[in-house]
Antibody
Framework: EVTLVQSGAEVKKPGESLKISCQAS????????IGWVRQTPGQGLEWMGI????????HYSPSFQGRVTMSVDKSIGAAYLQWSSLEASDTAMYYC????????????WGQGTLVTVSS | DIPMTQSPSSLSASVGDSVTITCRAS??????LAWYQQRPGKAPKLLIY???SLHTGVPSRFSGSRSGTDFTLTIRSLQPDDFATYYC?????????FGPGTRLEIK
């Protein structure tokens, strides 16, 4: 079974750094894209970016370019999303999800990581 | 970016009813449109991809269609589990933008 398990909820202060993880299992991690989606409280879904582990290719949404960094560790089948300096507006639920190839949807999704940024 | 719109933003229906949700792309996305269902407190789940292909395990009560840049999700014979929020997403070009969502509530 293909599963994505995300790291637990985080509470951080503005200006702090953070790295959340997405652990994949049940498939060949390197050959499938991993995407990240943000959902702010009570709001809709925002596509942040996507990464291809085998070639380390990344595509960021312009809205998130420069604000977050996606990375992977192919040796353990994990994807990461990190911030160098959090802002209160980064408070949201973050989901990772797998994509097979171009034009295909995101499936499956991780359970989500809630990030709260508050002073 | 390819902005996506959805209508209605919310609707009320009863168990057994049929409903249709519309998603419009601001430019052509070909047939690369997916629908997701999100229940409160849960991650989204894929329902339909490539306009009308049903994801594995999704009941046949769900169907999708397209007319140009307009896409529809139809749910026939609503069941209690179907009351959730539905999002469309284009997968034609980066960034893969989502629609704002349609909240389906029980009447």
């Amino acid at each position: 079974e293909v599963t994505l398990v995300q790291s637990g909820a985080e509470v951080k202060k503005p200006g702090e750094s953070l790295k959340i993880s997405c652990q994949a299992s049940g498939y060949g991690f390197a050959n499938y894209w991993i995407g990240w989606v943000r959902q702010t409280p009570g709001q809709g879904l925002e596509w942040m970016g996507i990464m291809y582990p085998a070639g380390s290719t990344t595509h960021y949404s312009p809205s998130f370019q420069g604000r977050v960094t996606m990375s992977v560790d192919k040796s353990i089948g994990a994807a990461y999303l990190q911030w160098s300096s959090l802002e209160a507006s980064d408070t949201a639920m973050y989901y990772c999800a797998r994509r097979e190839y171009f034009n295909t949807p995101l499936d499956p999704w991780g359970q989500g990581t809630l990030v709260t940024v508050s002073s | 970016d390819i902005p996506m719109t959805q209508s209605p933003s919310s609707l009320s229906a009863s168990v057994g009813d049929s409903v249709t949700i519309t998603c419009r792309a601001s430019q052509s996305v070909d047939r690369w449109l997916a629908w997701y269902q999100q229940r409160p407190g849960k991650a989204p789940k894929l329902l339909i991809y490539a306009t009308s292909s049903l994801h594995t395990g999704v009941p046949s009560r769900f169907s999708g269609s397209r007319s140009g840049t307009d896409f529809t999700l139809t749910i026939r014979s609503l069941q209690p589990d179907d009351f959730a929020t539905y999002y469309c997403q284009q997968a034609n070009g980066f960034p893969y933008t989502f629609g704002p969502g349609t909240r389906l509530e029980i009447k």
